[in-house]
């Protein structure tokens, strides 16, 4: 083989690792489940999942329960966050009108000890509780193990 054959074999060679990579790493990305619980009442739900499909390009796949409580229980939502519907992502836990730009946040930078973000109640102007323009202002809230603090605020 000779010098000239031999860099482009290892160019061609590195360009298809190279490829794989980052085909490997979109699918991981694809991998990722989005699973949110609501009450089947609850009509607000489906506004917001389509806020999260739209925004981050992903299928939100939908659970009804009829024991929200439980889910928030099992999820370890505190009480005094708690909202209407509660998502799992990518080990994170997303309660109520979480704007998509704050989860894609908490997915790209991943802050130790954080169990996941919530929006308590449902203010008017959040994702999926549009009403006519009205808008009221509100806090994306980080929890874990380590207490609470705001990740984000809105508008």
């Known amino acids: 083989m000779t010098r000239d054959s031999f860099r ?17 790493c979109s699918n991981v990305a694809q991998a990722v489940t989005y699973t949110m619980f609501r009450d089947p009442e609850c009509g607000c739900c489906e506004a917001w999942a389509a806020h999260i499909e739209q925004s981050m390009e992903a299928e939100v796949t939908t659970v009804d329960s009829p024991d929200m409580a439980k889910v928030k ?4 939502v505190p009480q005094e966050l ?21 989860i894609v946040r908490l ?8 169990t996941g973000l919530a929006v308590p109640g449902m203010p008017m102007g959040s994702p999926g509780m549009e009403a006519g323009g009205n808008v009221q202002p509100y ?16 508008p």
């Not at 997915?107 to 954080?114: D, N």
């Open 107 to 114: 997915l790209r930078e991943r802050p130790e000890g954080v």
């Open 8 to 24: 482009r074999f290892a160019f061609n060679s590195s360009a298809t690792i190279l490829v794989a990579l980052i085909a490997a």
């Open 82 to 102: 708690r909202s209407c519907h509660t998502m799992v992502v990518d080990g994170y836990v997303i309660e109520g009108h979480v704007p998509a730009e704050a």
């Open 73 to 76: 229980a099992e999820n370890g």
């Open 139 to 154: 806090a994306v809230i980080a929890f874990g193990a380590e207490g609470q603090a705001v990740f984000a605020r809105y």
